[in-house]
Structure formats: C-alpha cells, structure tokens
C-alpha cells in the first residue's frame, strides 16, 4: 500500500468543507496524479473568487489588478509585501467544491454494497446499501459533520434501518444515546487509495466494527431498563383503583343518594371510569359487614 497520510486530511476537508475551495488548497499538499482523479470526479467547478492566495509566499489573500497591454494581452497581478508585483491567472481564481454524492457513491462501491445510495439529509446524510455481515444483513450509513446534527435527527431517518453501520468522515464523535447509537467507524482510518481509486480496508473495518458492537452491548447492559409503556398504564390504573376504597363508595352514595351521581362524582375526582354497579356493591358489603 502506497503511503498516504494525505488521506485523513482529505477526509478532514471532505467533512468540513461546504463552499468553494481553491485548487492551491489541494495541490500544496496532494500527489498530483491523485488530483487528476478528483478533478474528474469528486470536484466540480464553481464561481470564481475574488482574492487569491498570493502563489509566492503563501501568506495572504489580495484581489487581483488587471492590466491590458498594447497589444491586447491581458495580465492580473496581486501585491506582496515580501516579493512585490506577483503575476497570478485565471485558473487560479476557479473555485471547486466537493460532489458530496459522488464520493458517497465511491464509498459504497469501495464496499461493495448492494442496493442504491439515497440521500436522507442534503450533503450531510446518506445510506449507502446493505452488506452481509455474519449470515445477517446490515445496513451502512456516511454522515457529514455528524458532531453538529442533533442525534434526535439522525435517528429520526435511521430507526428502522438494519443492525446499521455509520460511516464518518473524519473523528468519530462521543456517544450520545446508548439505545441506539449503531457501529462507528472513520473513513480516515479506514481507507487508502490503490490503482488510482479509493480503496476500503474491509479487514480494518470489520475489526471496528466487531469493537463497536461489543462497546454498545456492554453499554447497553449498563442502562436501566424501564418497562414498557403499557405495563406502565396497567400500574397507575391499579394503583388508583387501590386508592378508591369501600369507605369512598359508601361516603359518596350518603352525600348522593345515587349510585349513578356517586359513580359520576367518583369518576371525575379519579379520573377513571366508576360504574353505578360497583358503588351498589360497596355499599352493600359494608351494610352487610
């Protein structure tokens, strides 16, 4: 595997990034053959800025000055303190921004993932398809900028999805709801570029994955389990109906003088439905008592 520690930086700026960027913001640092497979795919052209980054010392941004000379010839040049008069072009002025779709794509196909990429939040959120994992089938998500969505919102559109894997596109962020955060991994650690595309290393992946299966069980089993919502509606209705004794009954139908006015009175005041036959019955049982 070829080095590549321009890698985490690109995914650093891929996660990051949402305007337009500069071609020198790219070609300082990355091999040159490997712009050439960005420029056709992952980057699109967009309108040009109106400063440049000065290409002699780096240091400061100036708007360019035209000149036209006598014969016709158009030239721009930026001011720098350090190196005077510096010529700059057109190029340089082109912005580029990311195909966040694209590169969603390239990563399910990195994975071999079945399914069509969807996009669920716009240049944010995607699912990418479905792998095979263990005789069961997974889901496997890329987020952007995951740490600034509120996880109410990504689980809005992941809480049905399947035993789901979330791909990140640089540092995996703290965990927030151990219920049902799914797996994380990093793309800046799990990928690398080999034969002129991107490359996933699906042993690393799976390492970490494994790992964040196990954290999220251990995490899981730590959490106190409420019951459910129904078995929660079945303890106040019997804790109430507990409340309403004999002695309610009988002192309701002496105010009343009706079963059926007790019952209503009872009704409102417990917020439960008394029947007049119930109230007959108490005052019975303790006339018989």
């Given at each position: ?65 035209v000149f036209a000379g006598r014969n016709g ?10 190196f005077g008069r510096v010529q700059v072009f ?200």
């Open positions: 595997m070829p080095d590549a520690n321009w890698i985490p930086p690109l995914w650093t700026l891929i996660d990051s990034c949402d305007d337009g960027i500069s071609w020198d913001a790219l070609d300082d640092w990355m091999p040159p053959d490997v712009l050439d497979v960005l420029q056709s795919t992952w980057l699109r052209q967009t309108s040009n800025s109106e400063l440049i980054t000065c290409p002699e010392c780096g240091e400061h941004e100036e708007e360019p000055v010839d158009v030239r721009m040049f930026i001011a720098c303190p350090e057109a190029d340089d002025l082109q912005l580029w921004r990311f195909d966040f779709q694209r590169i969603a794509q390239t990563v399910a196909e990195s994975l071999n993932l079945t399914d069509a990429v969807t996009l669920a939040i716009p240049d944010r959120l995607w699912r990418l398809g479905r792998t095979q994992w263990r005789q069961q089938l997974r889901e496997v998500w890329l987020c952007r900028q995951i740490e600034s969505l509120e996880s109410a919102q990504v689980r809005r559109h992941m809480q049905s999805s399947l035993r789901p894997i979330l791909l990140c596109c640089d540092n995996q962020p703290e965990r927030v709801d151990h219920q049902w955060c799914p797996a994380l991994a990093s793309l800046s650690q799990l990928s690398h570029w080999h034969g002129g595309q991107l490359a996933a290393d699906h042993r690393r992946l799976m390492e970490t994955v494994v790992a964040q299966d196990e954290l999220l069980n251990q995490l899981r089993s730590t959490q106190p389990r409420l019951p459910a919502p129904r078995t929660i509606r079945r303890h106040v209705k019997a804790e109430i109906e507990s409340m309403v004794s004999n002695e309610m009954y009988v002192a309701a139908y002496r105010q009343h003088q009706s079963y059926r006015k007790a019952a209503e009175e009872l009704s409102r005041q417990t917020g439960q439905k008394i029947t007049k036959d119930k109230v007959a019955r108490a005052v019975a049982a303790m006339e018989d008592s």
